[in-house]
């Protein structure tokens, strides 16, 4: 996968590459929880310490345990390429592979405050927000509004996508686990840049109740860098966005 | 007591009669009103198992938010339920589940109204650790051995259900009218038993994650074992599993209007 050159992804790049080789290829049961690429209290305020680790290390944890007990004896193989297919192949991949993929996705595309304030979106993708929602401004706020309780009732996940031929982005909400990336799930398949997880988990620790200001202050950590890099990558291969893990 | 202030008003003349009879209907409207019930014991009554933070966030923003979306709705006329009188909670919860694919308004009114609705049954469902009650010496603990064999083996599917519900959702224990059997089944979100022909609640278990997220976070096992062995209110249990078989219902909702009108 193309990412955008910096020095630290470079360099998580070729250890992963390393790694990869010395892992045994080819057997599954091999899907891991990806380190973050901060610590858990680097999106303090905004997201919580406690909440950064049970997330990352339980529920992330326990998603990969279970599609690597799913995909047991079955060739190795990314799993960005297990979603879309994913609602054939069963509640196991559907459930924790779709998990394992979300949060994956979801990781990496935050970064704390001092660093994703200074991002932006790159000229491809202010255009594609300003041609499909107005402005950025404007995008928030419908994206905020499909976040809310009311919206999106119970558990799930907010995307904005690149659509099938790379020339508009779309919001959508999809419960539980799913992704834009299944089929079935949504009228078409679409490929997200950009994801907010919803489930209570993700929110409860520090906010209870109040989903909207952990979905407001949520942008105080987007990368728009990361986004911008995920936006590319859709538009140009019109194709989901490849996680490590 | 209003409106029969205002039945009595009309009967002099035709103008204001008709004004009268508008503002009957109106007034017959805004009275269909669903309670926020209280918490059957304090928010401390629960520890060690559920903790007061807990039932103070979940009953009194998590239940009293659907409580007020569901009086909100009926009052705004959007969904045409709230005009006709007599209606229960359990009637338009059956109503907007049938209209709710139709209608983003109705689903709404559905998700609300059966939060509600669940919830007041959830609190009611639990009682304070160490109370003297237990299942075995009822007629629903009769009722468990009879339908699953031991109340280990009712226990297990239980648990299983509340584990295996995926994401946001409930486990019940049901009385079905059909077979005259107990049954244990898990819903999705703001689902209940109460949609389902002949399916009558006895008991609840909500797994929602803000229902155990600051005691437990993810360990919802855990939590489910501890309602289980800890809290269940099977006196609670007891009264709605007699009027199931009595053929009344159960669950232990009012008539809205009855109670308002």
């Known amino acids: 996968a193309e990412r955008a050159a910096s020095p630290r992804r470079d360099i998580l790049n070729k250890v992963a590459g390393a790694a990869a080789v010395v892992a045994a290829p080819g057997v599954a049961g091999a899907y891991e929880v990806p380190d973050l690429l901060y610590p858990f209290e680097g999106l303090e305020p905004y997201i919580d310490a406690p909440t950064m680790k049970i997330h990352h290390d339980k529920h992330h944890a326990t998603y990969v345990t279970n599609v690597n007990k799913a995909t047991e004896g079955k060739d190795e193989v990314p799993i960005l390429d297990l979603m879309a297919d994913a609602l054939e192949a069963g509640p196991g991949i559907r459930n924790s592979g779709g998990g394992h993929y979300n949060h994956a996705f979801f990781w990496d595309e935050m970064a704390p ?122 538009v140009d291969n019109h194709a989901g966005v490849p996680v490590r893990g | 007591m209003h409106s029969t202030m205002a039945r009595h008003q009309c009967s002099y003349h035709l103008l204001p009669t008709v004004a009268c009879l508008i503002g009957v209907f109106v007034t017959a409207l805004a009275d269909i009103h669903v309670p926020h019930e209280p918490l059957p014991y304090a928010t401390t009554a629960l520890e060690p198992h559920i903790n007061h933070p807990t039932l103070e966030v979940h009953h009194g923003k998590h239940y009293k938010k659907y409580v007020d979306t569901t009086n909100s709705i009926l009052g705004d006329g959007s969904v045409g339920i709230g005009t006709k009188k007599k209606k229960s909670l359990e009637d338009i919860i059956r109503e907007s589940a049938r209209l709710k694919s139709s209608s983003t308004a109705s689903t709404a009114l559905f998700n609300n109204a059966a939060q509600a609705w669940n919830h007041a049954f ?19 603990g009769a009722a468990i051995k009879r339908s699953f064999g031991t109340y280990q083996t009712f226990r297990d599917s239980f648990v299983k259900a509340a584990n295996t519900a995926f994401g946001s959702g409930w486990a019940w224990l049901v009385y ?35 229902a155990y997220y600051l005691d437990y976070q993810n360990m919802r096992a855990t939590y489910v074992d501890a309602f289980v062995d800890k809290l269940i209110n099977w006196e609670f249990v007891e009264q709605n599993f007699v009027t199931a078989v009595g053929g009344e219902g159960g669950g232990g909702s009012k008539k809205l209007a009855d109670e308002e009108l």
């Open chain 2, 176 to 210: 079905d009218t059909a077979t005259d059997a107990l049954l244990v089944t898990k819903t999705i979100g703001a689902d209940n038993p109460l949609t389902t022909a002949g399916h009558v609640p006895l008991l609840t278990i909500d797994v929602w994650e803000h």
């Open chain 2, 122 to 140: 959830y609190f009611k469902c639990m009682r304070p650790p160490g109370s003297s009650d237990a299942v075995t010496a009822t007629k629903v």
């Open chain 1, 113 to 234: 405050h001092d660093k994703a304030s200074k991002t932006k979106p790159s000229a491809q993708l202010d255009e594609l927000i300003n041609k499909s929602f107005g402005s950025m401004d404007e995008m928030k706020e419908k994206f905020e509004a499909r976040a809310a309780p009311g919206a999106l009732f119970g558990s799930g996940w907010v995307w904005i996508c690149v659509n099938q031929k790379g020339d508009k982005l779309e919001l959508v909400g999809t419960p539980n686990q799913d992704n834009p990336l299944m089929k079935g799930v949504l009228d078409e398949v679409m490929f997200p840049i950009l994801g907010l997880d919803v489930w209570e988990h993700a929110y409860y620790l520090k906010y209870q109740n109040r989903r909207p200001e952990y979905v407001s202050n949520w942008w105080n950590v987007v990368d728009w860098d990361k986004v911008s890099e995920n936006c590319k990558y859709a």
